[in-house]
């Protein structure tokens, strides 16, 4: 089993750009989530999924757009990017009955 | 409200040492606690949850209810201990929300 796969691993955008950071998980986990990962935040939840076709907000979803049209993907959209973007960004899903498993995480510049 | 602190950035200690990484929590309700370890630029690896009662590499932590806290602990540090360190809760299932603290960087001197 890959777990949970985040693509890409690195990427440089420029203010206003789009892009989209994706996830994929081969558990048949349920809930999916991202995460922005910053110095001295820890961890803040943007958005998460219980189920396909089912999404609510985090902690900091502002910027960000989520869907979940299948279990296995949960693919997270800049819609314009900016430099307060600028993160490692993880992403995680959850079934019972052995918790969380995390992506390798994307490190993004925005310039 | 839903929240984990954890009150120190950084703790240094000498191989050996005591370790104790202090994690308190806010939650209504009865929550699941964890430990998350991130080794450099890697990705977060689950080293504790409070259910299971195990020790993972010499740590272990306690859940304290009456002082709502979980701290980690390990009686001699090694220099491949050093990471950082996240405590973190949700709601007792797989669907619950995950909560982190800011994490705390352990550094073990030689």
């Known amino acids: 089993n890959a777990g949970v796969t985040q693509t890409p691993k690195f990427q440089v955008l420029k203010t206003g750009q789009s892009m989209t950071l994706q996830c994929a998980q081969d558990m048949n986990h349920e809930y999916m989530s991202w995460y922005r990962q910053d110095p001295g935040m820890g961890l803040r939840l943007i958005h998460y999924s219980v189920g396909a076709g089912i999404t609510d907000q985090g902690e900091v979803p502002n910027g960000y757009n989520v869907s979940r049209s299948t279990t296995e993907d949960f693919p997270l959209r800049l819609l314009s990017a900016a430099p307060s973007q600028t993160s490692v960004y993880f992403c995680?899903?959850?079934?019972?009955?052995?918790?969380?498993?995390f992506g390798s995480g994307t490190r993004l510049t925005v310039v | 409200a839903q929240r984990v602190t954890q009150p120190e950035k950084l703790l240094s200690v000498f191989k050996g040492a005591p370790v104790e990484l202090k994690c308190n929590y806010s939650y209504s309700g009865s929550p699941e606690l964890f430990w998350y370890v991130q080794y450099s630029r890697q990705r977060l690896q689950l080293l504790l949850r409070h259910i299971s009662r195990e020790s993972i590499k010499g740590f272990t932590a306690d859940l304290n209810k009456g002082e709502t806290s979980f701290h980690l602990k390990k009686p001699f540090a090694q220099e491949e201990d050093s990471a950082m360190y996240y405590c973190a809760l949700s709601g007792l299932g797989a669907t619950n929300k995950l909560i982190f603290g800011t994490g705390t960087l352990l550094a073990v001197q030689p």
């Open positions: 995680a899903s959850s079934g019972a009955p052995f918790g969380y498993t």
